[in-house]
C-alpha cells in the first residue's frame, strides 16, 4: 500500500498516457488500412454529412462523426473548399480537416507549355488536356476577346484552377512580361493593339529575329503607304488550320483579317506573340524594301519593287 501512496502520481501519468494513446489510436488516428495515394473530389456546396461519409467510406478517417464533430466545433463546416484532394499518407482527423478548410488538395501543380504564336483556340485544346473538366469550347469562348494578349510561356496551374484563373494568370504574366517596354510603345506612336497584331503577323511570318526586325521595317513601310500588307499568315487564323500557305480562292475570302483585300492591319492579333516578336516591332530595321518571301531554301529574300520581287519568286519558290 504504501508503494501505491508513494508512486499514486506516476501510477496516475501512466494510466493517462494509456488512456490518451488508446483514444489516439481509436478516435483520432487514421484507419489501418487507410489507401495511401487515393483521391477524393468534394463538390461545392455538398452537406457536411455526405463528405464525411465519403471520407469514411474511402477509409480517409476512422470516424465520420468525429470529423463532423470537429469541423463544427471550429466552424469550419460552412468553409470547406470543393476540389479533389490527394491523400498521398495517412493523415489524422484533425489534419484532414484542417485540409478541407484550407483547400489543401495535395496534388502537384499542373504544367502547360504555351508556344509563341499559339491561339487561343490551340490554347483551349491543350487545357482541355490538362484539365477534363474545363471543354476546349469553353475556354475558347472566354478567351477569345483575349487573342494576342495570353502570354505564351510555360505555366504551372493550381489543380483546381478555372477558367477564370487560368486567363487571369495568363493576362498578368502577359502586363508583367510587356512593363518594361511600354515607355518604347508609347515612343513608337504605335497604340498597344497595334503593336501586339503586328507582332502576331511576325510571329507566324518570320523565324529568326533578324528577319523579324527586316519584315516589321516592311511591314511598317506598306501600312504607311496605304499598300495592302499581304501577309499570308492570316489565312490560318481565317481557315482555323495550321497550314497557311492560300490558294487564289483563299486570297478572295471575304474577312476583315483578309489582307489582300483589305489595307490596314487586321481587326485584332491573329495569335498570341512572344517578346521578341513584340520587340522587333518596336524596333524594326529600317530598309527600302517592300516585299519579302521565304524561299525553297528557308532562307527570306527581300526586294525594294515589285519587279524585284517577281524575280525573287521565279528563283526562289519554282
Known amino acids: 500500500m ?22 489516439y489510436s481509436f478516435l483520432i488516428a487514421p484507419p ?10 468534394i463538390e461545392k456546396g455538398a452537406l457536411i454529412s455526405i463528405i464525411v461519409r465519403e471520407l469514411y467510406d474511402a477509409h480517409i478517417i476512422a470516424h465520420p ?11 469550419a463546416s460552412s468553409r470547406v473548399q470543393a476540389g479533389e484532394y490527394l491523400f498521398s499518407s495517412p493523415e489524422n482527423v484533425f489534419f484532414v480537416a484542417h485540409r478541407l478548410t484550407i483547400g489543401a488538395f495535395g ?27 474545363i471543354p476546349s469550347q469553353d475556354f475558347l469562348s472566354t478567351g477569345k476577346i483575349y487573342e494576342g494578349y495570353l502570354f505564351p510561356d510555360t505555366y504551372h496551374f493550381p489543380s483546381d484552377a478555372d477558367i477564370t484563373s487560368i486567363i487571369q494568370t495568363m493576362r498578368e504574366n502577359f502586363n508583367t512580361k510587356t512593363a518594361s517596354l511600354m515607355d518604347d510603345i508609347e515612343s513608337s506612336g504605335h497604340s498597344l493593339s497595334d503593336v501586339v497584331i503586328m507582332a502576331s503577323l511576325l510571329e507566324k511570318e518570320v523565324r529568326t529575329d533578324a528577319n523579324r526586325r527586316i519584315v516589321a521595317g516592311i511591314l511598317w513601310n506598306r501600312l504607311g503607304r496605304g499598300m495592302p500588307l499581304q501577309v499570308d499568315a492570316v489565312f490560318g487564323y481565317i481557315f482555323s488550320r495550321d497550314t497557311y500557305s492560300p490558294s487564289f480562292a483563299d486570297l478572295k ?9 483589305h489595307t490596314g492591319l487586321p481587326p485584332g492579333p491573329i495569335n498570341n506573340p512572344g517578346l521578341k516578336s513584340i520587340e522587333a516591332v518596336l524596333h524594326p530595321t529600317q530598309t527600302d524594301y517592300l516585299y519579302y518571301l521565304t524561299g525553297k531554301d528557308n532562307l527570306m529574300h527581300y526586294a525594294t519593287t515589285y519587279a524585284g520581287h517577281q524575280a525573287n519568286r521565279k528563283k526562289y519558290l519554282y
Not at 253 to 261: F, G, I, P
Open 65 to 75: 462523426l468525429l470529423l463532423q464533430v470537429v469541423l463544427r466545433m471550429s466552424g
Open 107 to 133: 496534388l502537384p501543380p499542373i504544367r502547360i507549355t504555351f508556344p509563341e504564336g499559339i491561339t487561343v483556340f490551340d490554347m483551349g485544346e491543350k487545357i482541355a488536356e490538362a484539365f477534363p473538366s
Open 253 to 261: 475570302v471575304d474577312s476583315l483579317y483578309n489582307t489582300y483585300t
Open 2 to 23: 504504501d508503494f501505491f501512496k508513494r508512486h499514486a502520481i506516476w501510477i496516475f501519468a501512466f494510466i493517462l498516457a494509456l488512456f490518451i494513446v488508446g483514444s
Open 32 to 41: 489501418a488500412n487507410f489507401p495511401s495515394g487515393s483521391r477524393i473530389s
